[in-house]
T-cell receptor
Framework: NAGVMQNPRHLVRRRGQEARLRCSPMKGHSHVYWYRQLPEEGLKFMVYLQKENIIDESGMPKERFSAEFPKEGPSILRIQQVVRGDSAAYFC????????????FGPGTRLTVL | GEDVEQSLFLSVREGDSSVINCTYTDSSSTYLYWYKQEPGAGLQLLTYIFSNMDMKQDQRLTVLLNKKDKHLSLRIADTQTGDSAIYFCAEARSNDYKLSFGAGTTVTVRA
């Protein structure tokens, strides 16, 4: 049973470009969470999605950031017009149901903005 | 300030026990987790404890929870070089899916 998959593992973008981060949850999991880890900090919640629905995006910046989890395919975190401050590790987690179920994390995507 | 606090660094000799401490603020927290992050890698779930428990043991790992003081600790017995990593404490509040993480404790195991 494969774990949570994320790709790419490393992504380099120049300022103003777009970054697309992908997350495939564990088999049987229909709930996806995105977290961001800035250098030397803990993870901060960004967004919680179920298939075709955004449940909570309270941790996501209002501009330039968007997330989706389509009926088919992986969840996508999209960052438009990246800036240097977007450089961070972005982790995806999944759970079979919401709330109290344990979240299992992927290996993360490390975004570097030049 | 952070809702979950941890000391930043711990150095321990190989073979000794490591104790990593964490304090949290929300008394409604239901689950408390310990995750391990090795350099350049993702978070690996090590163990968790439900808030109605005081202690949980899993092989070399012992988790102690003092709910009154909102204090959580992770003890690693017979620490090995492979235990060198960053350890994150995280809380899940009642009816809330968001995990709140501490900043992580970097554990360095020296020979």
């Amino acid at each position: 049973n494969a774990g949570v998959m994320q790709n790419p593992r490393h992504l380099v973008r120049r300022r103003g470009q777009e970054a697309r981060l992908r997350c495939s949850p564990m088999k049987g999991h229909s709930h996806v969470y995105w977290y961001r880890q800035l250098p030397e900090e803990g993870l901060k919640f960004m967004v919680y999605l179920q298939k075709e629905n955004i449940i909570d995006e309270s941790g996501m910046p209002k501009e330039r950031f968007s997330a989706e989890f389509p009926k088919e395919g992986p969840s996508i975190l999209r960052i438009q017009q990246v800036v240097r401050g977007d450089s961070a590790a972005y982790f995806c987690a999944s759970s079979p149901t919401d709330g109290t179920d344990t979240q299992y994390f992927g290996p993360g995507t490390r975004l570097t903005v030049l | 300030g952070e809702d979950v606090e941890q000391s930043l660094f711990l150095s321990v000799r190989e073979g000794d026990s490591s104790v990593i401490n964490c304090t949290y603020t929300d008394s409604s927290s239901t689950y408390l987790y310990w995750y391990k992050q090795e350099p350049g890698a993702g978070l690996q779930l090590l163990t968790y404890i439900f808030s109605n428990m005081d202690m949980k043991q899993d092989q070399r790992l012992t988790v102690l929870l003092n709910k009154k003081d909102k204090h959580l600790s992770l003890r690693i017995a017979d620490t090995q070089t492979g235990d060198s990593a960053i350890y994150f404490c995280a809380e899940a509040r009642s009816n809330d899916y968001k995990l709140s993480f501490g900043a992580g404790t970097t554990v360095t195991v020296r020979a």
